[in-house]
């Protein structure tokens, strides 16, 4: 019977995102990574699709990084003209929230302002933005109003490849249903 070794393995999955896991070797493991087996404690096959979707989340933001500033309309300039269906939360004159089709939580609203404005990402914010970025706020605290979690949520602005931005229109993730872990990520 060969013995099974478990240790914590550090993986990245951003510059800023750190997760723990474990790996065991297969009891016929050999020289080759295919008896690596990596298991999250609660979550075992979680783990092995977390990694494949980090890569693809990490591929993805660098290409869309690639034609960021090319002034080509993004998939949410679509969903403003009603040209992609949305489920929309909530809407003023500056504003469009609208729930994410990939919800990592059981509330995930996108809070995006409605003229971009050289608003590719928040790196991107000057002075005369000021107006719209506090309004994206204001609108985020309303939507947490209208959908029940005004009393625990939390808003994330990716903000370029680094942090997997893959739309390069300024948006707010306004996340909460669940209890909220620290550190993010």
Known sequence: MAAIESFSLLRNCAVTTRAFSNVRVSPRATSSFNS????????????LFCTNATHDEEASAKAAAASADSGAPTIFDKIIN??????????DEKVLAFRDINPQAPVHVLVIPKARDGLTHLGKAEARHGEVLGQLFYAAKIVAEREGILDGFRVVINNGPDACQSVYHLHLHVLGGRQMKWPPG
Do not use: A, D, Q, T
Not at 36 to 47: E, G, V
Not at 82 to 91: A, D, L, M, R, T
């Open 82 to 91: 009603k040209e992609i269906p949305s489920s929309i939360v909530y809407e």
């Open 36 to 47: 690596i087996k990596f298991l999250h404690p609660n979550h075992s096959r979680r783990s």
